[in-house]
């Protein structure tokens, strides 16, 4: 029997409402692969909802927390959701490059902006003082550098963005 490799996978990044859970359920079961929503690994772990942990460590805290379990996930022909934030912690999104393929679900600020309720209520890593607009800003640049594929997402249907990801693969 071949022994697996563990290079084969699909991490999703993205700002936070740009569709990686949903997308990433989609993409899996078309593709014949698991699930791995890390924000529910962090939660399982810890015990906590985001929100809670960012409460009590503070978004620094969280964001440790959030990298060092991304870093221990292991997987095999997985799509797999991460965090928002997983890109501010370089060592996390090293192991998760050497996972497989890293695609960056890209909006425009103003679809974000729409989709989004209340940042701390969902569990946002965001500093103080800044804005969504701040945060999409900051964070751009990041999911694009650690990207081997940036899907400019469609702001249509479900399906619309599903296959603008296969197609994304496919190249």
Not at 68 to 83: D, H, M, P, Y
Not at 119 to 135: C, H, M, Y
């Given at each position: 029997?071949?022994?697996?490799?563990?290079?084969?996978?699909?991490?999703?990044?993205?700002?936070?409402?740009?569709?990686?859970?949903?997308?990433?359920?989609?993409?899996?079961?078309?593709?014949?692969?698991?699930?791995?929503?890390?924000?529910?690994?962090?939660?399982?772990?810890?015990?906590?909802?985001?929100?809670?942990?960012?409460?009590?460590?503070?978004?620094?805290?969280?964001?440790?927390?959030?990298?060092?379990?991304?870093?221990?996930?292991?997987?095999n022909r997985c799509v797999i959701a991460t965090g928002g934030s997983v890109i501010y912690r370089d060592?996390?999104?090293?192991?998760?490059?050497?996972?497989?393929?890293?695609?960056?679900?890209?909006?425009?600020?103003?679809?974000?902006?729409?989709?989004?309720?209340?940042?701390?209520?969902?569990?946002?890593?965001?500093?103080?003082?800044?804005?969504?607009?701040?945060?999409?800003?900051?964070?751009?640049?990041?999911?694009?550098?650690?990207?081997?594929?940036?899907?400019?997402?469609?702001?249509?249907?479900?399906?619309?963005?599903?296959?603008?990801?296969?197609?994304?693969?496919?190249?």
């Amino acid at each position: 029997m071949a022994k697996p490799t563990y290079d084969n996978n699909i991490i999703l990044i993205g700002m936070p409402g740009c569709g990686k859970t949903t997308i990433g359920v989609e993409v899996s079961e078309t593709l014949g692969y698991g699930y791995i929503d890390s924000d529910s690994v962090i939660v399982a772990r810890e015990g906590k909802h985001l929100r809670e942990i960012i409460a009590e460590k503070g978004t620094e805290g969280f964001l440790d927390i959030e990298a060092k379990i991304n870093s221990e996930l292991c997987a095999n022909r997985c799509v797999i959701a991460t965090g928002g934030s997983v890109i501010y912690r370089d060592y996390a999104m090293q192991k998760l490059k050497t996972m497989g393929k890293i695609v960056y679900l890209k909006h425009k600020y103003e679809v974000i902006k729409r989709r989004l309720g209340d940042l701390k209520k969902r569990g946002v890593a965001l500093k103080e003082g800044f804005t969504l607009q701040d945060l999409y800003d900051e964070r751009t640049p990041l999911y694009e550098k650690y990207a081997d594929i940036i899907v400019e997402m469609p702001d249509g249907t479900k399906a619309e963005a599903v296959n603008a990801v296969i197609e994304a693969l496919r190249v």
